[in-house]
């Protein structure tokens, strides 16, 4: 293949490329929905969604990270 | 009109193209196809001719279920009504102001990962003690805040002595996941960002700037304090609705605002 053929490739090429990502992706309207939501499992969940930790009944609370200031008044804002 | 648009847990903004003939008042929810209880947006506006509902989501599930329709009909299929067109959905890149989160604070990534995690999953969890990964923070999440039997209006509160947040279910559950990032936000910015823990004031603005810096939408703060503020209307929640609203401005138009 000569230098001039292969400029052509691959211009048509990055013009296919420009045009499909160009291109609106058209939702389709749901018409009906399943009548009942199936359980969902968190396991498919990313890492930076999934559920956090939840302590069982008998477990110990952990030392939490301390606040800036103690102010000396006990009080929950 | 409900639409199903793959998100794949990604970061994005939906941009809605709504068009009507005369002023119509067009509803936009936006809500996870899998999680119950799991809402990015509620909200609405006239619309007369085009308009763009962008709604920012820094997160997603796999499927968004996306309705839209006209108060005055309802929620029901395009066939049903004809009194306003649904141009195009699209999704766009979300944009993050990260630059204004000091990610540097090791307590500040642990608890926006942790209020994160939480904020989407409070629709399906049960009542209990969460902790985050480091166990540096921890959320109560009871039926309901009460004092000596009497249910509390806050949807959350935090112990400035042993940081421990108390979240309310019941409400929570009806708080769409911008709406909790914003509160837990709050309530962490109490007791480990403020110079005064007492300051409301300065909490709302500390949790309210890393609630925009990460792309959160500004009308679901607005909508959370106003929730808020209406089950307690006092002249002190009127003043910060204020400062709110003037730090919100002035953030997106990059101006600096001070409180003092």
């Known amino acids: 293949m000569n230098d001039k053929n292969f400029f052509y490739v691959a211009g048509a090429f990055l013009v296919l490329v420009v045009a499909f990502s160009m291109r609106k992706t058209e939702y389709q309207e749901v018409k ?32 939490l990270a301390s606040p800036r200031r103690f102010s000396g008044n006990k009080s929950r804002k | 009109m409900i639409y199903r648009v793959p ?22 929810v936006v809500e996870d196809e899998d999680q119950s209880n799991t809402c990015f947006t509620n909200r609405y506006k006239i619309v007369d001719g085009e308009s763009i509902f962008f709604v920012r989501m820094p997160v997603s599930g796999n499927n968004a279920l996306v309705s839209i329709y006209n108060e005055d009909n309802g929620n029901v299929s395009s066939d049903n009504d004809n009194s306003f067109q649904v141009k195009s959905i699209s999704k766009e890149q ?16 642990s608890f926006v990962n942790f209020a994160t995690r939480f904020s989407y999953n409070a629709g399906s969890l049960n009542s209990g003690n969460y902790t985050s990964d480091d166990q540096k923070f921890m959320i109560k999440y009871m039926p309901i805040i009460e004092d000596g039997g009497q249910e509390q209006t806050t949807p959350a509160r935090i112990d400035t002595e042993t940081g421990i947040i108390e979240v309310s ?17 709050h309530e962490f910015s109490h ?7 007492d300051d409301e004031v300065e909490a709302d603005l500390n949790g309210l700037l890393i609630y925009l810096g990460l792309g959160y939408p500004r009308i679901e703060a607005f909508e959370v304090f106003a929730k808020t503020f209406m089950n307690a209307p006092t002249e002190q929640n009127k003043e910060r609705f204020d400062q709110i609203k003037n730090f919100i401005d002035n953030f997106e138009n990059q101006n600096t605002f001070l409180h003092q």
């Not at chain 2, 979300?94 to 990534?109: G, M, Q, S, T, Y």
């Open chain 2, 169 to 185: 279910k019941k409400q929570f559950l009806d708080f769409s996941v911008p709406n909790r990032m914003a509160i837990l936000l």
């Open chain 1, 32 to 63: 009906e929905l399943p009548s009942e939501t199936l359980s969902f499992d968190s396991n498919v969940l990313p890492s930076v969604l999934k559920p956090p930790s939840r302590l069982s009944e008998n477990e110990e609370m952990p030392e």
């Open chain 2, 7 to 28: 998100t794949r847990y990604e970061e994005l903004t939906l941009v809605i193209k709504v068009f009507t003939e005369s002023p119509q008042s067009i509803r936009i």
């Open chain 2, 191 to 197: 007791v480990y960002l403020n110079e005064n823990v």
């Open chain 2, 94 to 109: 979300l944009e993050k102001k990260l630059d204004v989160i000091d990610f540097a604070n090791p307590l500040v990534r």
